[in-house]
């Protein structure tokens, strides 16, 4: 049960879709921001950013986002699940291009904090081939996840353990976007 | 400026420029020289915002470089911070500056200070002691409670408990307050990660943020870029 009264039955609403029902009007700008940042017409694939998503939520320990965002970014990747888990369990090896590594651990700086980023690790991804636009959506999704994984662990919001809910939450977003997952 | 003499003195072409040194170069069989020392600075961030960024400092370079994503992060805070509310607007951005504090963000910690500052009686020396020892500052018990939860916010969702939720309740907070506390400070943990992630420039200034202040007493968050 969340910390407090959203309005809603958790098990049918868990996770962040609580407070976004709770309250549309920041739930409304949270969502187009998703909405940009995840499926807009952005330069970096659709995959690689739902994956740098679940990365940081992960770091955050953030049962909800990192199991809904390793869904997403699961059923975009040809690698899948396990693609996924190797990243989050282990990124030096995963099997991912060096310019996605680099970036990933650009984010996995923003996830401690915004002054962790060293102009090494963004000439690195510069190297790597990153763009100015990557490198600054990369820092974007890490800082926004850094807000929503503690939107939703913050207000206590339940989180399903069945991965089969995620799943189907995977293929929702995808089919129709996150301005409508509310 | 310095290549426009340059190029008005026999566009001479193939020197490299960089921030400080001589360049020579020869016109109607008379060598020149010109000495020079750029003092206004290339751009200071990880990445080039297009923007002059000692006129566009912190978050502003970020937010024109990507409006597509400036327009729903300044929607967000318009509506975190200004929209009508049990809390004030100046109870709002205290609660920012405070978060911006923790996570050393000197851009956003000196704008919403100065905003707090110019929407508090208390003004500047409130603001000090609430980011010195909240603990102490002289503010209401309800207050001091939705502080100590965005302090816990600022570490990690993960760190708000029970007991800091029911103490709030207790002084008198409201689900809605609570909601909206723990969104701020969740969204400053967000915005104080993006101005510094980017490596942006604070405001050189001081008197930079009392300006903006006013601008945005006036005409509210989503006109500042």
């Keep these: 049960m969340a910390h407090i009264d959203l309005g809603v039955d958790e098990t049918e609403f868990p996770g962040v879709r609580g407070p976004l029902k709770y309250r549309p009007v920041t739930g409304k700008p949270m969502l187009e921001l998703a909405e940009t940042l995840l499926r807009g017409p952005l330069s970096l694939p659709t995959a690689d950013r739902e994956l740098i998503a679940a990365y940081v939520s992960g770091l955050n320990e953030c049962t909800y986002c990192c199991s809904a965002h390793s869904a997403f970014a699961a059923a975009l990747l040809d690698e899948g699940m396990p693609l996924v888990e190797q990243v989050r369990t282990d990124l030096d090896s995963a099997p991912v291009s060096a310019k996605l590594r680099a970036l990933l651990h650009i984010a996995g700086a923003v996830q401690r904090s915004g002054r962790s980023v060293t102009p090494e690790l963004v000439k690195t991804a510069r190297t790597e081939g990153a763009t100015d636009e990557e490198i600054h959506d990369t820092i974007l999704i890490a800082a926004a996840f850094c807000m929503v994984n503690r939107y939703v662990d913050g207000l206590g919001t339940f989180a399903p353990t069945d991965p089969k809910f995620y799943d189907e939450t995977a293929r929702r977003v995808i089919s129709v976007g996150y301005r409508n997952t509310v | ?225």
Aim: with cysteine; net charge negative; aromatic share 6%.
């Design chain 2, 1 to 225: 400026m310095l290549l426009g003499q340059a190029r008005s003195a026999g566009s001479p072409s193939g020197f490299t420029l960089e921030r400080s040194g001589s360049i020579h170069y020869v016109q109607s069989s008379t060598r020149i020289t010109i000495d020079f020392d750029i003092e206004e600075s290339d751009p200071i961030a990880h990445i080039d915002l297009g923007v002059n960024e000692t006129e566009f400092p912190g978050i502003r370079g970020p937010l024109r470089f990507r409006p597509e994503t400036g327009g729903p992060l300044l929607e967000l805070v318009e509506v975190l911070l200004r929209r009508p509310h049990p809390l004030s607007p100046g109870e709002r951005e205290l609660i920012a500056a405070y978060v911006s504090g923790r996570n050393e963000c000197t851009y956003c910690c000196a704008a919403h200070s100065a905003y707090a500052a110019a929407q508090l009686d208390e003004g500047m020396a409130l603001v000090d002691q609430v980011r010195a020892d909240p603990d102490h500052a002289p503010i209401s018990t309800k207050l001091r409670a939705l502080l100590r939860i965005a302090a816990a916010v600022q570490v990690s969702g993960r760190e708000v408990t029970t007991e800091l939720v029911e103490a709030a309740r207790t002084k008198g907070a409201t689900d809605l307050e609570i909601h909206d506390t723990v969104l701020i400070a969740a969204a400053f943990c967000m915005f104080n990660r993006y101005v510094d992630g980017l490596g942006t420039l604070p405001a050189g200034d001081p008197g930079w943020y009392a300006q903006a202040s006013e601008h945005i007493a006036r005409s509210g968050y989503r006109q500042v870029v």
